[in-house]
């Protein structure tokens, strides 16, 4: 299994970033999907979740409403589409894969929103 996570770096408040996680070495369209975040001296917490089919998705309170996570299952790939980002934001964005086998996780992408 390989998660590769891209997209992250520094945005000013307000601004926007879309992250991408492309998955291989396992059937993508079986795993549930979802993006988790850290940010320094905090654990690390569940930013959204969607389903293998892609019917279903779930959001923390913090991020509903400015948030949107996707996939494309032919591409393999989960996104993570942030907008109106705050500095409460700023973390290290991890993708995880959870199915019959087990859970996966990407090495993480630095997301920044500072002035």
């Known amino acids: 299994v390989q998660l590769v996570e891209s997209g992250g770096g520094l945005v000013q408040p307000g601004g926007s970033l879309r992250l991408s996680c492309a998955a291989s070495?396992?059937?993508?369209?079986?795993?549930?999907m979802s993006w988790f975040r850290q940010a320094p001296g905090k654990e690390r917490e569940l930013v959204a979740a969607?389903?293998?089919?892609?019917?279903?998705?779930n959001y923390a309170d913090s991020v509903k409403g400015r948030f949107t996570i996707s996939r494309d299952n032919f591409k393999k790939t989960v996104f993570l589409q942030m907008n109106s980002l705050k500095p409460e934001d700023t973390a290290v964005y991890y993708c995880?894969?959870?199915?019959?086998?087990?859970?996966?996780w990407g090495q993480g992408t630095q997301v920044t929103v500072s002035s």
């Open positions: 969607i389903t293998s089919s892609g019917r279903s998705t």
């Open positions: 995880n894969a959870a199915g019959r086998d087990g859970s996966s």
């Open positions: 070495g396992f059937t993508f369209s079986s795993y549930t």
